[in-house]
Nanobody
Framework: QVQLVESGGGSVQAGGSLTLSCGVS????????IGWFRQAPGKEREEVAH???????SYADSVKGRYTISKDNAKNTLYLQMNTMKPEDTAMYYC??????????????WGQGTQVTVSS
């Protein structure tokens, strides 16, 4: 089973930036699809972005142009660069890893997540 550890969250003012990291266990394969999700209080978890094995990326409309997802296969680490942040970006952020991107919607092995808080 893939183990995921998120880090890098914190508090930032609107307009600021943060970079999140997600360490993936040694069982991770570079051919997998990895994604970032977030869940705000009282709301359902939503996908923010994902990156496929061919490095193609997909972003939610709400973060397009502000967030950048990337990965370092040699370090088994996934990143999420967040710029021009808004108060509505406040949420717990989680990463997910699956053999194919269509399986992200069914991912259940969530880690602890990392809290991101954006103040106005």
């Amino acid at each position: 089973q893939v183990q995921l550890v998120e880090s890098g969250g914190g508090s930032v003012q609107a307009g600021g930036s943060l970079t999140l990291s997600c360490g993936v266990s040694r069982w991770f394969y570079s051919s997998w699809c990895i994604g970032w999700f977030r869940q705000a209080p009282g709301k359902e978890r939503e996908e923010v972005a994902h990156i496929d094995s061919d490095n193609s990326t997909s972003y939610a409309d709400s973060v397009k142009g502000r967030y950048t997802i990337s990965k370092d296969n040699a370090k088994n680490t996934l990143y999420l660069q967040m710029n021009t942040m808004k108060p509505e970006d406040t949420a717990m952020y989680y990463c997910a890893a699956v053999p194919a991107c269509y399986m992200l919607a069914d991912f259940t092995s969530w880690g602890q997540g990392t809290q991101v808080t954006v103040s106005s």
